[in-house]
Structures are given as structure tokens and as C-alpha cells.
């Protein structure tokens, strides 16, 4: 617990030096899986979809899916793109999103209350008995900078 504590810290702080607000930490909101988070004006819903290399391409170690369902809360469009989104197992292992495979997020316009519905890929070190969360930050452009930690699987 104390390992995934500091791996959140370290995205967390880095996000915030690149978000210019080396003054403050951000609020840090935790959620159980099937909760819908709210981050950056947008809420998020995440499915655990499976592993699987189903995209003609072998991973380095084992492909772990979800499915991002996000409505833009605001009253403009928002974006989001993959590299909001960070994968964080029990013993603190931190895996960004591929971009690889269809209906995959890269960067995308959401218009405000029209949801969307997106799959991320990440490559990992799978463990079928290991906890994994993901946490999501908030862009630039987003006027709510808090970000979010969701549990995905072994909640």
C-alpha cells in the first residue's frame, strides 16, 4: 500500500510542477470500481475489459484493457487524449497507455453531455492477484485540476 502511495505521489507531483502549481498539491479524489470519477469537468466511468493481445501486436508483457466512458459536464468541448491516464499495480509499477488497437484513445474532442466510449491498451506485468488502479489527471485546458485514482480490478 505504502509503495502504490508513493507511486500516485510521484505522478501527482509531476503532474502539478507540469501544471504550474508548484505551490499547492492537488486534491487527490479515490474511487471504487464502478464509481464514476469526475476530473477536469468530465465524468469518467471504467471497465475492466480483460488481457489479451488481440491486435496483431505482441506486447512486452501482457496487455490489460479498459473501457473509458467520458461525458464532457461542461458547456465547451474538452479534450482528452491516453497520456491522461496511468496504470498503477500493488508493488508501485506505473504503465502509460499504448495507443495501439481499434477504438483505442488518443486525443479526443468531447462535446459537452454527449458521452463517448473508448478502450486504453497498457502494456504491463500482469499478476492475476495484483491490485490495479488508474489514476487520471486533468489537462492544461481543463479548468478543474483535481486529478483522480479509480480502482479497476481486485477492488
Request: proline share 5%; with cysteine.
Amino acid at each position: 500500500m505504502a509503495i502504490i502511495a508513493s507511486s500516485i505521489a510521484i505522478v501527482l507531483i509531476t503532474h502539478t510542477i507540469s501544471q504550474e502549481q508548484k505551490n499547492v498539491l492537488p486534491k487527490i479524489t479515490e474511487y471504487e470500481e464502478g464509481e464514476t470519477a469526475r476530473v477536469g469537468g468530465i465524468a469518467f466511468q471504467i471497465k475492466y475489459l480483460g488481457t489479451g493481445d488481440d491486435v496483431g501486436i505482441k506486447p512486452n508483457g501482457t496487455f490489460f484493457v479498459i473501457q473509458i466512458t467520458a461525458e464532457n459536464l461542461m458547456t465547451k468541448p474538452l479534450t482528452i487524449n491516453r497520456n491522461q491516464f496511468i496504470l498503477l499495480d500493488d508493488q508501485g509499477r506505473l504503465y502509460g497507455a499504448t495507443g495501439i488497437g481499434q477504438n483505442e484513445l488518443q486525443e479526443e474532442e468531447i462535446n459537452p453531455n454527449v458521452p463517448v466510449i473508448l478502450n486504453a491498451r497498457f502494456d504491463i506485468q500482469y499478476d492475476n492477484e495484483s491490485r490495479y488502479r488508474l489514476a487520471i489527471m486533468p489537462l492544461e485546458e481543463h479548468e478543474e485540476k483535481n486529478p483522480a485514482v479509480i480502482c479497476v480490478k481486485k477492488c
